[in-house]
């Protein structure tokens, strides 16, 4: 029996599965444990989200209203609602493809392009982006991003690449990316046939005045896909549903991604689906803000007990991470492990972000306030 190679190339276990191994080691040795490492949620869905649903599924219990498989690239009435979400950018129905989230699509858009081919992904970023391409036989390049740039990633003008990874508001960084940076991207992806791959899950805590959207920028439909979620920003993380928009005028990539859509899925749960839907009323609108605004508040808790002990810290407002630097003397691990061995607080060592994120560790604001609180007392204790 042949396994896959790429296999190999891999740490035993994926990041996040590490961290919560660790987290629940340390519980069974009756120590109480703070989780801020894991980007999951704590507040429970909304109502009308579940209301949606609940009828969803009452109406698949009902002979009359029963429907079987739905459409491989997404229920038409989702898909109608997220095509009028992007007002003025124009980006129809029939170029968004509805999935089980983000993390699938990063992954799998890269079936388009085919084995071989190039890939530029900043640092420090998601891992899933290094992982999916590795898995598919791609040659990986990393664009360092720096602290004394903000971890704003600039186009490398002279250089060729087939596939860019963009991500804002970034993951773990919290850097986002203006209309002006973005449009240096655009214009370079398109001088040199680059296809970019722009993950928008955290679109939701952008700022007012921040691009939520690559398509706001004049040219992106000509050289960029963009990826979306309903998790962060919705509390989808446990009922799964997403999407990428491929316009038409950047080639056939649409019909393809279509074509692969027939024989690799049947569609996404039409209860997930139903319930997403919930997201572009008055009322989801309005519960979006309140979430966001409890998170982003969570994020500043931990950021004054940070700035009492005299630890760097991304000033972000559009992030639900805090991304820190470690204190003099610590790797990621190091300070990582120390922090919850002796103070009972899991922190991501953001070395495993890539190596631009070697030096820093992520705190992840979407703990319920009370254990945030409590976090932000022990940070000011450690010693």
């Not at 509390?235 to 393809?256: A, E, H, Q």
């Not at 630097?325 to 922090?339: H, L, M, R, V």
């Not at 009972?344 to 070697?358: K, S």
């Amino acid at each position: 029996m042949k396994y896959n190679d790429a296999f190999s190339l891999f740490k035993k276990d994926y990041v996040f599965a590490r961290l919560k191994k660790k987290a629940e080691e340390m519980k069974s040795l009756g120590k109480e444990i703070i989780d801020l490492g894991v980007g999951d949620l704590s507040l429970p869905l909304f109502k009308n989200a579940v209301e949606e649903m609940v009828k969803a599924a009452k109406s698949l219990g009902d002979k009359k209203t029963f429907t079987g498989y739905p459409p491989s690239e997404g229920l038409l009435s989702l898909r109608k609602k997220i095509s009028e979400s992007y007002g003025n950018a124009n980006i129809g129905e029939d170029e968004i493809f509805i999935s089980d989230g983000a993390k699938s699509d990063i992954g799998d858009l890269l079936e388009l392009f085919g084995k071989g081919i190039s890939v530029l992904i900043p640092t420090p970023s998601y891992p899933v982006y290094t992982e999916a391409s590795v898995f598919a036989g791609n040659k990986v390049t990393f664009l360092p991003c720096l602290k004394e740039d903000d971890f704003i990633p600039r186009p490398p003008f002279g250089k060729v690449y087939d596939v860019i990874y963009l991500c804002s508001p970034n993951n773990p960084t919290g850097a986002v990316l203006s209309a002006k940076v973005l449009s240096e991207w655009i214009n370079y992806a398109i001088s040199v046939k680059a296809v970019i791959l722009f993950d928008g899950a955290y679109c939701d805590f952008s700022e007012e005045n921040e691009p939520k959207s690559i398509y706001e920028i004049k040219n992106a439909k000509y050289c960029a896909m963009e990826i979306r979620s309903f998790s962060k920003g919705f509390g989808f993380t446990g009922v799964r549903c997403g999407y990428s928009v491929i316009p038409k005028t950047l080639g056939d990539y649409n019909r393809l991604w279509k074509r692969r859509l027939s024989f690799r899925s049947n569609g996404v749960s039409v209860i997930s689906q139903k319930g997403a839907e919930a997201y572009f009323s008055d009322e989801g609108q309005r519960e979006v803000a309140t979430r966001i605004k409890y998170y982003k508040n969570n994020a500043e808790i931990i950021k004054i007990a940070l700035k009492k002990k005299n630890l760097w810290y991304n000033n972000s407002c559009s992030s639900p991470y805090v991304f820190a630097k470690t204190p003099d003397g610590f790797t990621s691990e190091e300070f990582c492990d120390f922090a919850m061995e002796k103070y009972g607080i899991i922190v991501t060592p953001c070395n495993t972000f890539g190596e631009g994120g070697e030096g820093f560790f992520r705190i992840s604001s979407f703990p319920e306030r009370q254990k945030i609180l409590r976090a932000a007392d022990v940070i000011e204790t450690i010693k």
